[in-house]
T-cell receptor, first 115, second 115 residues
Framework: EADIYQTPRYLVIGTGKKITLECSQT?????MYWYQQDPGMELHLIHY???????EKGDLSSESTVSRIRTEHFPLTLESARPSHTSQYLC??????FGAGYGYTFGSGTRLTVV | KQEVTQIPAALSVPEGENLVLNCSFT??????LQWFRQDPGKGLTSLLL?????REQTSGRLNASLDKSSGRSTLYIAASQPGDSATYLC??????????????FGQGTTLQVKP
């Protein structure tokens, strides 16, 4: 079944710890995204990938980093977590719908709490 | 700066009522506009995509319209059901093209349909 998977769903971690949020998709999409969403607020793009070995930062400044070594895998890493990183992180991928733009598939998200 | 605004932030209606959710955007050079649904603790599900050349799109009880000249889109839900309770977000690509696949999101309208 074509889908996009994020793990873990929930994570509570202490300040200063290094964490990696996993995101994998089975659809072979080239474009992948990480969005950050605070409660009641809009999604903000923090990272974007055009394809393997191609990543760029999004509109919202983030201290996280990403990698894209394989098409299906787009992990996000925080080297030293801080309470300000507490948020929900959503991963997505997209495919072009000819003449119409892009169709998107979102993961269920990782809710991160840094204490 | 391009912005997407959704009003109201929250809406509560009795079951069976028809309702309209609003989305406004700056910059009428819009390529397309999408409506998404987000259930609590989950990712986004795409509902409807309206191309700039279209005025509306329909899927079941949902109808989305796009008026570029006024910078507005509406999502009409007919005969609302408790299962429609969720947060509804609208989003558009930045600028007048969709090449990157990036989206700018509104803050969403949280809908509660009471039995």
């Amino acid at each position: 079944e074509a889908d996009i998977y994020q793990t873990p769903r929930y994570l509570v971690i202490g300040t200063g710890k290094k964490i990696t949020l996993e995101c994998s998709q089975t659809m072979g999409h080239d474009k992948m995204y990480w969005y950050q969403q605070d409660p009641g607020m809009e999604l903000h793009l923090i990272h974007y990938s055009y394809g393997v070995n191609s990543t760029e930062k999004g509109d919202l400044s983030s201290e996280s980093t990403v990698s894209r070594i394989r098409t299906e895998h787009f992990p996000l890493t925080l080297e030293s977590a801080r309470p300000s990183h507490t948020s929900q992180y959503l991963c997505a991928s997209s495919e072009e719908v000819f003449g119409a733009g892009y169709g998107y598939t979102f993961g269920s998200g990782t809710r991160l709490t840094v204490v | 700066k391009q912005e997407v605004t959704q009003i109201p932030a929250a809406l509560s209606v009795p079951e069976g009522e028809n309702l309209v959710l609003n989305c406004s955007f700056t910059d009428s050079a819009i390529y397309n506009l999408q409506w998404f649904r987000q259930d609590p603790g989950k990712g986004l599900t795409s509902l409807l995509l309206i191309q700039s050349s279209q005025r509306e799109q329909t899927s079941g009880r949902l109808n989305a319209s796009l008026d570029k000249s006024s910078g507005r889109s509406t999502l009409y839900i007919a005969a609302s059901q408790p299962g429609d309770s969720a947060t509804y977000l609208c989003a558009r690509p930045p600028g007048g093209s969709s090449n990157t696949g990036k989206l700018i999101f509104g803050q969403g309208t949280t809908l509660q349909v009471k039995p």
